[in-house]
């Protein structure tokens, strides 16, 4: 089964924050996070490993509990080149080299 | 690094036909996927080679479809006796082959229409 991602939609006014939730039923030694925006390609964001580490650049940051097999994408201050699908993606332990991408998370950062 | 190239940007073709997609990755990533996305979804993972070596492949992916990556450079995504659900968008992604799984580098994809 894919991840499931929360919220499904979500809208913001600019410099408001975020926090997207992304679970799995497998176990995981990784879980990466990419923005898609309308028309275009998923862009890689940040990979996180197992180890419970938390990344970040800028006002984007996520954490990773490989003991829920869950997890978070921070997004602060949002702007609005934030707007766009999120997807988490996920590598399962013993599951070979390939991500399995979640349900999906809409995000529109309004003035 | 130029990017991941797909071509052609958009194919219409009529059921019963088959089609060929192509994929140029990232001249230096040895890792080559490809992905179907339909409206809405997030992508779902069709095939991947390391080099040349099919490694792994879909089991919901029907005999119809054979991927092909010759001398581990360009591939190739073939879909024979097209159905209507074969509509979608078919995104090739490259990466390098440090990790496990590393980032990947998606191109802008292949929309196929299938009337």
């Known amino acids: 089964q894919q991840p499931v991602q929360s919220p499904q939609a979500v809208i913001l006014r600019e410099g408001e924050d975020a926090v997207i939730n992304c679970s799995s039923s497998?176990?995981?030694?990784?879980v990466h996070w990419y923005r898609q925006k309308h028309g275009e390609a998923p862009v890689f964001l940040m990979i996180?490993?197992?180890?419970?580490e938390q990344k970040g650049h800028d006002k984007i940051s996520a954490s990773f509990n490989e003991k829920k097999q869950q997890s978070s994408l921070y997004l602060t201050a949002s702007q609005l080149s934030y707007s766009g699908t999120y997807f988490c993606g996920t590598a399962e332990t013993g599951g070979g080299n390939k991500l399995t991408f979640g349900t999906g998370t809409q995000l529109k950062v309004e003035l | 690094d130029t990017g991941v190239s797909q071509n052609p940007r958009h194919k219409i073709t009529k059921r019963g036909q088959n089609v060929t997609f192509r994929c140029d990755p990232i001249s230096e990533h040895n890792r080559l996927y490809w992905y179907r996305q339909t409206l809405g979804q997030g992508p779902e993972f069709l095939t991947y080679?390391?080099?040349?070596?099919?490694?792994?492949k879909s089991r919901l992916l029907s005999d119809r479809f054979s991927a092909e990556r010759p001398k581990g450079s360009f591939s190739t995504l073939e879909i024979q006796r097209t159905e209507q659900g074969d509509s979608a968008m078919y995104l090739c992604?490259?990466?390098?082959?440090?990790?496990?799984?590393?980032?990947?580098?998606f191109g802008n994809g292949t929309r196929l229409t299938v009337t």
């Open positions: 992604a490259s990466s390098p082959g440090r990790a496990l799984v590393a980032d990947l580098h």
């Open positions: 996180l490993l197992k180890g419970g």
């Open positions: 080679f390391q080099n040349e070596a099919q490694l792994e």
């Open positions: 497998k176990a995981l030694y990784s």
